[in-house]
């Protein structure tokens, strides 16, 4: 995003595609405003040698992938009151059920409970907590904390969000992230997927990314300072 009125309404998924040019080459990116109609309305063209396509959930419509590259995978969570047992700091700790990490954390005088890991399979813009996710936090945290007592009624409210991981066939979740260099694989040169990656690994995945561009830019780049 750059310049005027590209900063003035928020983007949507489908607003931005690679702007690809014969023989497979991405030579920048379209943005496009939405119209009254809610179309694409005006296009913009902005060139550029080297795209990263950090898009999220929407990198496969931005990429134009034949073959999803990605998977949404939505995590919830659940805020309740101060309950008898209640810790005072972050308690962390692993789900029975399922051995997923979960965490009973307090947050604005109140306790957050998270989180959920399953794909999902709706509509993107539509994100909500299921019944079934609220009841596997209600009961992780009873089992890890026994005096809880939490039914639904201590729920205060639920939220959820979604990430893109990479794409699996099993129902196995990989929280590994994917680097995806397209004109190594024969595709469009000049665009680079990024699939994944979370706030522990965001220091390697940045460098790591920020080697490739250098690279295909031809450019010579120092030692990080943050290394």
């Not at 992230?177 to 997927?193: F, K, N, P, S």
Request: with cysteine; aromatic share 4%; glycine share 10%.
């Amino acid at each position: 995003r750059r310049e005027g009125d590209l900063d003035a309404e928020p983007l949507r998924p489908g607003d931005v595609r690679v702007d690809v040019q014969p023989p497979a080459a991405v030579t920048g990116v379209e943005v496009a405003r939405p119209d009254a109609a809610g179309g694409r309305g005006h296009v913009r063209t902005i060139d550029a040698r080297v795209v990263v396509n950090l898009a999220g959930t929407a990198i496969d419509e931005v990429a134009g992938s034949a073959v999803p590259m990605s998977m949404p995978v939505r995590g919830s969570h659940i805020v309740v009151d101060r309950f008898p047992g209640a810790p005072e700091t972050c308690l962390f700790f692993e789900a029975r059920s399922d051995r997923r990490p979960m965490f009973v954390l307090p947050w604005a005088g109140r306790f957050m409970i998270g989180t959920t890991d399953l794909r999902h399979e709706g509509r993107l813009d539509d994100v909500v907590a299921t019944d079934g996710e609220i009841d596997y936090l209600l009961a992780e945290a009873n089992r890890i904390i026994p005096s809880a007592g939490l039914g639904r009624e201590s729920v205060q409210w639920s939220y959820a969000g979604l990430r893109a991981l990479p794409r699996t066939e099993a129902d196995h979740v990989s929280r590994d992230y994917v680097v995806v260099d397209h004109g190594a694989r024969g595709a469009d040169a000049g665009l680079i997927t990024v699939i994944g990656g979370k706030l522990t690994t965001h220091r390697a995945l940045g460098e790591s990314v920020v080697d490739l561009v250098a690279a295909r830019l031809d450019r010579e780049i120092g030692p990080s300072i943050t290394a």
